[in-house]
């Protein structure tokens, strides 16, 4: 009875992921900030929170049952994308969305595996370096995995529907001139070094909330 409470216990945060994860893949479509960021900046990093949870509360099983959940949602709204044909291409480009799971999936159990290491220390210390380490990792990953022109392994054809994003720009349209999707990248990882830092309070909230049910 106590392996099927706890089974049941698993479900709101592999549901919280999964809509994490659905809303952050509509939201990515509209822009803000003449382009910088999209509004799913503001949704997706709410995933290590989620991850976070779960390994406090029930452990690092559950919490790699929930990522992997995400990762089978996340592969499911690329699909979805990928037939919905816009202006300049699919929604979800082939680059983009190889890119996304594959930053997704090495950046939370990244994650995993960090608030696991420090789990026994300060409450505020495993939430706070897991995520940031594990941000850095999912930003640098997507990026470059979907918009770098030196990554070439996926052929002309995916390239051309990326190729945009390496366009000259002027870094956070005010420094040196720099490829799109660098000043882009950057303000994605801003975002969620911001996120993780206001998302403690939630976390030491809901942690104990659900340590003591």
Same mark, same amino acid.
């Given at each position: 009875?106590?392996?099927?409470? /706890?089974?049941?216990?698993?479900?709101?945060?592999?549901?919280?992921?999964?809509?994490?994860? #659905?809303?952050?893949?509509?939201? #990515?479509?509209?822009?803000?900030?003449?382009?910088?960021?999209?509004?799913?900046?503001?949704?997706?990093?709410?995933?290590?929170?989620?991850?976070?949870?779960?390994?406090?509360?029930?452990?690092?099983?559950?919490?790699?049952?929930?990522?992997?959940?995400?990762?089978?949602?996340?592969?499911?709204?690329?699909?979805?994308?990928?037939?919905?044909?816009?202006?300049?291409?699919?929604?979800?480009?082939?680059?983009?969305?190889?890119?996304?799971?594959?930053?997704?999936?090495?950046?939370?159990?990244?994650?995993?595996?960090?608030?696991?290491?420090?789990?026994?220390?300060?409450?505020?210390?495993?939430?706070?370096?897991?995520? /940031?380490?594990?941000?850095?990792?999912?930003?640098?990953?997507?990026?470059?995995?979907?918009?770098?022109?030196?990554?070439?392994?996926?052929?002309?054809?995916?390239?051309?529907?990326?190729?945009?994003?390496?366009?000259?720009?002027?870094?956070?349209?005010?420094?040196?001139?720099?490829?799109?999707?660098?000043?882009?990248?950057?303000?994605?990882? /801003?975002?969620?070094?911001?996120?993780?830092?206001?998302?403690?309070?939630?976390?030491?909230?809901?942690?104990?909330?659900?340590?003591?049910?």
């Amino acid at each position: 009875m106590k392996n099927l409470s /706890l089974t049941r216990g698993h479900l709101p945060g592999i549901l919280a992921m999964a809509a994490i994860v #659905v809303a952050s893949n509509i939201l #990515v479509q509209f822009l803000i900030l003449d382009g910088l960021l999209t509004w799913g900046a503001f949704t997706y990093p709410l995933a290590f929170l989620v991850t976070d949870v779960m390994n406090r509360v029930y452990g690092v099983s559950a919490a790699r049952r929930v990522v992997f959940a995400g990762f089978i949602m996340g592969i499911i709204c690329s699909l979805i994308g990928s037939q919905i044909m816009l202006e300049y291409g699919p929604a979800v480009p082939l680059r983009v969305a190889i890119g996304s799971g594959t930053a997704f999936l090495i950046a939370q159990l990244t994650d995993v595996g960090i608030f696991n290491r420090f789990r026994s220390g300060t409450w505020w210390r495993a939430p706070l370096i897991s995520t /940031l380490v594990g941000s850095a990792l999912d930003t640098a990953l997507f990026f470059t995995i979907a918009f770098s022109a030196t990554v070439a392994i996926f052929g002309a054809d995916a390239d051309a529907a990326i190729s945009w994003a390496w366009e000259a720009v002027p870094f956070m349209n005010v420094g040196v001139m720099a490829p799109l999707w660098v000043t882009l990248a950057f303000a994605d990882w /801003l975002v969620k070094l911001t996120l993780a830092l206001i998302a403690l309070v939630p976390f030491r909230v809901i942690t104990a909330r659900l340590s003591d049910a």
